[in-house]
């Protein structure tokens, strides 16, 4: 099965109407080309990302079976 | 070392108890609170949400930093959920042997955490919700 789990933060989870979903990957997929499939212009934020809760870069490829979090910027504190 | 996160509130006696030891003759606390107005209009309350193993990981990190640049025993807590106005939303203790490094311990952990830990505010004022990103390159490096 080639699909991960995106999980969404803040604005992007309400974009995407959910916090957390299974996605069916497309060959040599990046995280970076992912996230400019799910989440379409003009709505786009920068984000970070992270694989099973580890900070990764946008030119990472997408593995199936893990966890991918999409990270927009943040503002604790 | 106390690094937390969640609804409850910052108990400032925690996180200082947290830090306090016969060695270490600073400790300073810095509260975050909630203002009631951002570019001029109200604010009701702030709603914040995190990515909770990675937000311990990077508390854990900036304790790291700071027991080494400074050598500061660091403790802390930021909410999740509602925050009222005029309520904590974090609350960091540092100790350390001497006052300059418990001054820069304390800002280097605000600062990194303001730029860098994975939690997000979403602010509710009259003409409804949206969520704010921090400034960046208000902080130090």
């Given at each position: 099965m080639h699909a991960l789990t995106a999980t969404w933060f803040a604005q992007l989870a309400t974009i995407r109407g959910c916090r957390s979903e299974s996605v069916t990957l497309e060959s040599g997929e990046t995280l970076a080309a992912l996230y400019a499939r799910l989440i379409p212009e003009p709505r786009r934020v920068p984000v970070r990302f992270a694989v099973d809760d580890v900070w990764a870069t946008g030119d990472t490829p997408a593995r199936p079976g893990t966890v991918v979090l999409f990270l927009p910027p943040v503002g604790g504190g | 070392m106390s690094l937390s996160l969640g609804p409850e509130p910052v108990d400032p006696s925690a996180l200082i108890a947290a830090v306090?030891?016969?060695?270490?003759g600073a400790i300073l606390l810095f509260l975050g609170t909630t203002r009631d107005r951002f570019e001029g209009q109200a604010v009701l309350s702030l709603h914040y949400e995190a990515a909770d193993a990675m937000v311990r990981a990077e508390f854990a990190a900036i304790a790291a930093e700071c027991a080494e640049r400074f050598g500061a025993a660091v403790a802390v807590h930021h909410r999740t959920g509602t925050v009222g106005v005029g309520e904590a939303s974090v609350g960091i203790a540092v100790a350390t042997a001497h006052r300059a490094d418990a001054y820069a311990a304390s800002r280097h952990a605000i600062e990194r955490l303001k730029a860098d830990v994975p939690i997000w505010k979403e602010e509710h004022t009259t003409d409804g919700a949206s969520w704010k990103a921090n400034a960046p390159g208000r902080g130090e490096p």
């Amino acid at each position: 099965m080639h699909a991960l789990t995106a999980t969404w933060f803040a604005q992007l989870a309400t974009i995407r109407g959910c916090r957390s979903e299974s996605v069916t990957l497309e060959s040599g997929e990046t995280l970076a080309a992912l996230y400019a499939r799910l989440i379409p212009e003009p709505r786009r934020v920068p984000v970070r990302f992270a694989v099973d809760d580890v900070w990764a870069t946008g030119d990472t490829p997408a593995r199936p079976g893990t966890v991918v979090l999409f990270l927009p910027p943040v503002g604790g504190g | 070392m106390s690094l937390s996160l969640g609804p409850e509130p910052v108990d400032p006696s925690a996180l200082i108890a947290a830090v306090a030891s016969p060695q270490r003759g600073a400790i300073l606390l810095f509260l975050g609170t909630t203002r009631d107005r951002f570019e001029g209009q109200a604010v009701l309350s702030l709603h914040y949400e995190a990515a909770d193993a990675m937000v311990r990981a990077e508390f854990a990190a900036i304790a790291a930093e700071c027991a080494e640049r400074f050598g500061a025993a660091v403790a802390v807590h930021h909410r999740t959920g509602t925050v009222g106005v005029g309520e904590a939303s974090v609350g960091i203790a540092v100790a350390t042997a001497h006052r300059a490094d418990a001054y820069a311990a304390s800002r280097h952990a605000i600062e990194r955490l303001k730029a860098d830990v994975p939690i997000w505010k979403e602010e509710h004022t009259t003409d409804g919700a949206s969520w704010k990103a921090n400034a960046p390159g208000r902080g130090e490096p």
